[in-house]
Each structure stands twice: as structure tokens, then as C-alpha cells.
């Protein structure tokens, strides 16, 4: 709070007359979900998702992501749209004007902010070690280990991922 205090209350040297909120993109967001467990020592609840960081469930890897473009992205304004962290890279990218200069499968999400119609992944694919999980639309593929069976999960009828639909899809 301070810093958007600060930044509503100060004068853009680069834009007179405008303040620096009025010229400033804020990002809030994570790379992966709360932490979980160490011992017996609970340090964060991530319910009704399933696990937590470093883990492919969607505890361990759906996190929000807040945003405040003033002028551009309305307060209050939310979207369930599937991205990932490597789409801020494209994202920022965009929004300095330069195009990215390493090859990355990410996807800006400019147009979503501004309300228009956004690029969307064929699926996103996640690998901690021998956990894997890949998500297309709402149907989210997950290898909890190198040992274990594939799980499947329909995320738009089961966010926490505890009815394994694998053996009813084969």
C-alpha cells in the first residue's frame, strides 16, 4: 500500500502533470503456490486446492495474479483465463515496446488486460523432478511421481482435484 501511496501522490518526471500511478504497471503475482509443510509445521493452507509448492496440482502451481494499469484495467476486473508465469516475460515485453529476445513459449497477455480477445495456449505443461502435469482447457493430466499412474482431473468441476477421472476416460 505504501508504494501506490507513493506513487498516486508523486509527479512523473518523464510526463508532467500526470502522477507516476498514471504511468506505472503494477504486477502482483508468484512463480508457484504457498508453501506447505516443513515437519509438522503447517505454513500455509492452499485449500480447496491439492498440495503445494513444488508440487503439479493445482496447489502448487495456481496463484493470482493481480495487476493495476490505471486508465486500462478496471478495478474489480477478474478473469479465469489459464496463463503461467513464463507469459510475463512476453507480457513486459510488450508493454516496453521491444519484442523478447530469447525464444519462450509464453504468451503476452496485453490484449487480455486491455479486454480484448486473448491468444490462448494449446496447454501448459509442468515438470518438478519426476512430477508432471499437463493442462488443455479444463482437463488437467497429472503424473504425481515416476512410479505412479497418470491422474486425470476436470478443473472446471473438481479445483481440488480429488476425483480421478483416468480410468473413467480410458
Known amino acids: ?3 501506490v501511496d507513493y506513487l498516486e501522490k508523486t509527479e512523473d518526471p518523464r510526463s508532467p502533470g500526470k502522477k507516476l500511478i498514471e504511468t506505472t504497471y503494477i504486477f502482483f ?4 503456490g504457498g508453501a506447505e509443510i516443513r515437519g509438522k509445521e503447517i505454513l500455509s493452507d492452499n485449500a480447496p486446492l491439492k498440495f503445494g509448492k513444488k508440487h503439479p496440482e493445482e496447489g502448487g502451481i495456481r496463484v493470482p495474479t493481480i495487476v493495476r494499469w490505471s486508465g486500462v484495467v478496471a478495478p474489480g476486473t477478474s478473469s479465469d483465463e489459464p496463463l503461467a508465469f513464463w507469459d510475463f516475460l512476453p507480457t513486459a515485453c ?3 515496446g ?3 529476445s530469447v525464444p519462450t513459449d509464453g504468451l503476452s497477455f496485453v490484449p487480455l488486460l486491455r479486454g480484448e480477445a486473448q491468444s490462448k495456449h494449446d496447454y501448459l505443461f509442468w515438470k518438478y523432478n519426476d512430477k508432471l502435469a499437463v493442462r488443455q482447457g479444463n482437463w488437467k493430466a497429472v503424473k504425481p511421481g515416476k512410479n505412479s499412474a497418470w491422474e486425470l482431473y476436470d478443473l472446471d468441476q473438481d479445483i481440488g482435484e480429488s476425483k480421478d477421472q483416468a480410468e473413467r476416460k480410458r
Open 29 to 32: 503475482t508468484s512463480d508457484n
Open 94 to 96: 510488450e508493454l516496453a
Open 1 to 3: 500500500g505504501r508504494l
Open 98 to 100: 521491444e519484442e523478447t
